[in-house]
């Protein structure tokens, strides 16, 4: 089950930046039909669009999927979410180079895709004009994105979602409406990065990550803007009583005429106000709780093993003094090793060799075992599927592109050769 939102780029090379984060680290899968790695995409893209009176370089698509069919943590599934998200772009862009970059960082860790595709047919060398609304459009008989998806998600025996009437407004959809450069973008680049680090648990972890951005360099060496969150509780209209968040940030430039530039979070995005903070920060929270509870069980886990493995190391020891061979287990069969001690300390031989006065003792669900290795066994299988197709789908696009080069190179070595005179 995914959903869709779309915007235009007026600069890949910002978007691309964005996308894949600084050092590349944003991604954690990443499909590119441009080689050259980072920035190869964005120079294609200025490339093919700088002659031309195009407004837009690339077209730039979100594809969020649920975690109840792919889990983040999980690599094979990352991987399918980035093949799907590159046989979305061919599906509605089969003749244009695309970028995909998967993320899990966003809110609720859920996996999601970010799909560029440079704004120009290879093949008719003009801009592209499908799939730029969300829903079908009447005029021309054009599907919108949701419903390319839509179809997509049936190919592969995926859920689909109900018809969305808005989509979810929150940063990475509002980005594209402020200005490159401008300081608007900049302070809600550096809110969602700050959202975004585990340590924001809460408001005050919020500020102390954004604190610390604050003693960070940028691109051009010098120390970045300094940026504040400012809190306070309206006091009339229809928002009384509530609470409400400004971001202040350093104006070396004057864009405000001011010292500082001011905006509510609010006309930011709605992730940045209280109330969607609180999602991030119960996320965090939540995670770190988890993490808490793992430690706490692996170390209860080990310490039960090193007292049954001790426990069967002396009970060996008190049996060698035992004369008697049929009160001692390990006359009957080889002493257990401590590995296998702790298994069971584990509680991983559920319902083996139990006894009349343990037979009270839940055992294992072996038919509820078997379904979930089965469900296991079509997952796997249903990836490797999908690796293949998109597979597939990567070396035609890569084969086309090759016919367009060699095609390309046939004319211009025509169109040279009649300049030399050695067509006639």
Not at 205 to 212: C, D, F, S
Not at 348 to 375: F, I, K, N, Q, Y
Not at 413 to 421: I, N, P, T
Request: charged share 35%; proline share 3%; aromatic share 4%.
């Amino acid at each position: 089950m995914s959903t869709t939102h779309y915007s235009p780029s007026a600069s890949a090379a910002d978007t691309e930046r964005y996308i894949r984060g600084k050092g590349d680290e944003r991604g954690v899968a990443v499909t590119c039909d441009v080689p050259g790695g980072p920035g190869a995409f964005a120079r294609r893209a200025q490339a093919l669009t700088q002659n031309t009176k195009r407004d837009v370089e690339a077209l730039h698509y979100r594809q969020s999927f649920s975690d109840e069919e792919f889990d983040p943590t999980r690599p094979e599934d990352v991987q399918r979410v980035n093949d799907l998200g590159y046989q979305f772009a061919k599906k509605m862009h089969p003749r244009s180079d695309c970028l995909v970059v998967t993320h899990t960082d966003g809110r609720g860790g859920k996996a999601h895709n970010h799909v560029l595709v440079i704004n120009h047919n290879n093949e008719t060398g003009r801009a592209l004009s499908d799939y730029r609304t969300f829903h079908d459009r009447k005029a021309g008989n054009q599907k919108g994105v949701q419903t390319a998806n839509d179809e997509l998600m049936r190919e592969h025996g995926l859920s689909v979602v109900k018809r969305l009437e808005h989509a979810p407004k929150d940063w990475e959809l509002r980005r594209e409406d402020f200005a490159e450069g401008g300081l608007d973008r900049e302070m809600g680049d550096r809110m969602s990065a700050a959202l975004a680090d585990p340590r924001a648990t809460d408001k005050a972890g919020l500020e102390a990550v954004i604190a610390e951005q604050n003693q960070q360099l940028g691109d051009d060496g010098d120390r970045v803007p300094r940026m504040r969150l400012h809190t306070a509780v309206s006091k009339r209209g229809k928002n009384v009583g509530k609470e409400t968040w400004t971001l202040y940030i350093e104006d070396r430039r004057g864009e405000s005429g001011r010292a500082e530039r001011r905006k509510r979070t609010s006309a930011l995005s709605a992730d940045f106000t209280p109330e969607g903070a609180q999602a991030f920060f119960d996320y965090h929270q939540q995670q770190k709780e988890q993490e808490h509870e793992r430690s706490a069980r692996q170390a209860e886990a080990a310490e039960r093993a090193e007292r049954i493995a001790a426990a069967a190391w002396q009970s060996g020891h008190d049996g060698d003094l035992d004369l008697d061979p049929r009160r001692r287990r390990g006359a009957e069969r080889e002493d257990r090793p401590a590995g296998r001690a702790a298994e069971e300390a584990g509680g991983l031989r559920e319902g083996h060799g139990r006894g009349a006065g343990e037979a009270h003792r839940p055992g294992v669900d072996l038919a509820a075992v078997r379904r979930h290795a089965s469900a296991d066994r079509e997952r796997r299988e249903q990836a490797e599927r999908d690796r293949e197709h998109a597979q597939r789908v990567r070396e035609e696009s890569r084969r086309e592109a090759a016919e367009r080069r060699l095609a390309e190179f046939d004319r211009r070595s025509a169109e040279e050769s009649r300049g030399y005179g050695l067509g006639d």
